[in-house]
């Protein structure tokens, strides 16, 4: 049973240790490196879509059996029109308007 427990803590220390990413780079390398110089392939970022949330007698009543079990996604968008404003249009962006080019 101790070595049983032993062995059960040895393996969760060595879990989190090597959990952490390790990076190639050292010294100068590490200090000059361009991140935009990176190959990296742009990944798409999907989130589940809102859903309506049920309170009250209407969670309470509900039957399992009449649930919507699909789920749908929606893909993350980053950025907004004003990141593509530069100068006095950028400073002088009013959301309430609507962008005029």
């Known amino acids: ?11 969760l220390v060595s879990y989190g ?3 952490q990413k390790r990076s190639e780079l ?8 361009k991140p935009w110089l990176n190959k990296s392939e742009p990944l798409t970022v999907y989130s589940f879509s809102k859903k309506e949330n049920l309170t009250g007698p209407a ?3 509900q039957k399992p059996w009449n649930k919507n079990k699909t789920v749908k996604y ?3 968008v980053v950025g907004s029109e004003r990141s593509k404003l530069m100068g006095p ?3 002088n962006y009013k959301p309430w308007n609507k962008i005029r080019r």
Not at 1 to 11: I, P
Not at 26 to 33: E, L, M, S
């Open 1 to 11: 049973m101790r070595n049983l427990v032993l062995f059960l803590t040895l393996s």
């Open 17 to 19: 240790v090597m959990a």
């Open 26 to 33: 050292r010294g100068p390398a590490y200090k000059n490196y």
């Open 59 to 61: 969670f309470k009543n």
């Open 74 to 76: 929606t893909s993350v």
């Open 89 to 91: 249009a950028y400073k």
